[in-house]
Nanobody, 124 residues
């Protein structure tokens, strides 16, 4: 079992920045892929960014490329999502997720473990 706890959400004006954190605990595996997803009211949960726990490789949704950066600190078992140039359409609950694989996939159903989510609200 892997437990994931997100933090760092909040209210920010358009053009601002936030950094989300996801602390992982429990069973650890160097083969785990970590992902960030988001879900806005009335919409399906969508992939935002993904990263392999070890090795290289980061992946982004087209809508956040150039604005968001996913990174990890293996010593702290923590994954981050730095969000810059935020837009009102980025407003959503953001979830951290993990899957026991070395392949980053974009489908929510591919991930076994989920955090509780953190709200990000971007105002005009």
């Amino acid at each position: 079992q892997v437990q994931l706890v997100e933090s760092g959400g909040g209210l920010v004006q358009a053009g601002g920045s936030l950094r989300l954190s996801c602390a992982a605990s429990g069973r650890s595996s160097s083969s785990y892929v970590m992902g960030w997803f988001r879900q806005a009211p009335g919409k399906e949960r969508e992939f935002v960014a993904g990263i392999r726990w070890s090795g290289s490789g980061t992946y982004y949704a087209e809508s956040v490329k150039g604005r968001f950066t996913i990174s990890r600190d293996n010593a702290k078992n923590t994954v981050y999502l730095q969000m810059n140039s935020l837009k009102p359409e980025d407003t959503a609950v953001y979830y951290c997720a993990a899957r026991n694989s070395i392949v980053v996939l974009k489908g929510p159903d591919e991930y076994e473990y989920w955090g509780q989510g953190t709200q990000v609200t971007v105002t005009r």
